[in-house]
C-alpha cells in the first residue's frame, strides 16, 4: 500500500516563495507518474505538475509554469514542489498523488493514491 504525506504548506506574503514535500512510503513503479494537484474552495481540483518516473518529463500547469518546479529525490522517495512568485490565486489546498500514467497527468481520476493535503495561502 502507497501512503503519501504532505508537508511544507503555510501562509505567505505575494511574491514569497514555499517548498511543499511529499513522504511516499510503499512500492512505486517506472510507469508511474507523480503529481500536485490544488483545489481552491468552490473550484474544481486541477494538476499543477507531474514528473514521470520512467523517463523524468515534467508537465506543469500554464499558470505555473516559470514558477513552480516540481522534482523528486528518489533516494529519499520525496516529492517536491517548489513555488517562487506566488500569487494570491495560487491559493488552495495542494495534493500529492501518484499512479500508474495514464498519459493524461491533469486528470485526476487517473490517479490511486493520494496525500491529505497541505494548506497554501497567499496573502496580497
Known amino acids: 500500500q502507497v501512503q503519501l504525506v504532505e508537508s511544507g504548506g503555510g501562509s505567505v506574503q505575494a511574491g514569497e516563495s514555499l517548498r511543499l514535500s511529499c513522504a511516499v512510503s510503499?512500492?512505486?513503479?517506472?510507469?508511474?507518474?507523480m503529481a500536485w494537484f490544488r483545489q481552491a474552495v468552490g473550484k474544481e481540483r486541477e494538476g499543477v505538475a507531474a514528473i514521470y518516473l520512467g523517463g523524468g518529463s515534467r508537465h506543469y500547469l500554464d499558470s505555473v509554469d516559470g514558477r513552480f518546479t516540481i522534482s523528486r529525490d528518489a533516494a529519499s522517495n520525496t516529492l517536491y514542489l517548489q513555488m517562487n512568485n506566488l500569487k494570491p490565486e495560487d491559493t488552495a489546498v495542494y495534493y500529492c498523488?501518484?499512479?500508474?500514467?495514464?498519459?493524461?497527468?491533469?486528470?485526476?481520476?487517473?490517479?490511486?493514491?493520494w496525500g491529505q493535503g497541505t494548506q497554501v495561502t497567499v496573502s496580497s
Open positions: 510503499g512500492k512505486i513503479y517506472i510507469n508511474y507518474d
Open positions: 498523488a501518484t499512479g500508474p500514467s495514464s498519459g493524461n497527468w491533469h486528470v485526476a481520476s487517473g490517479y490511486v493514491y
